[in-house]
Nanobody, 120 residues
């Protein structure tokens, strides 16, 4: 059983900051690439930021320069620091991770999501 548990969402005014955390746990040998996705009402889920196990990162153009993804491999935790938030950043933010078992087989996992609401 693998779980991804997100926290840190909430309501913030435009221009404010939030820090999301996602703790991964379960019967997995290692967690490889991890990422944050978001889904706004009426829209498809989109990639916000991703990070490899060696901390190479990539970002959606809409968040570059404002959001920072990081991870702590010892804690199986990925973070998303969100600064200069805009109303269009509103949505449910989901943690995603690729985990590899001790036989080298990889599987993809999702968290339950955390709501981020940015008021204007």
């Amino acid at each position: 059983q693998v779980q991804l548990v997100e926290s840190g969402g909430g309501l913030v005014q435009a221009g404010g900051s939030l820090r999301l955390s996602c703790v991964a746990s379960g019967n997995i040998f290692s967690f490889d690439s991890m990422a944050w996705y978001r889904q706004a009402p009426g829209k498809q889920r989109e990639l916000v930021a991703g990070i490899t196990r060696s901390s190479n990162t990539n970002y959606a153009d809409s968040v570059k320069g404002r959001f920072t993804i990081s991870r702590d491999n010892a804690k199986n935790t990925v973070y998303l620091q969100m600064n200069s938030l805009k109303p269009e950043d509103t949505g449910v933010y989901y943690c995603n991770a690729w985990g590899k078992n001790n036989k080298g087989f990889s599987s993809n996992f999702w968290g339950q999501g955390t709501q981020v609401t940015v008021s204007s």
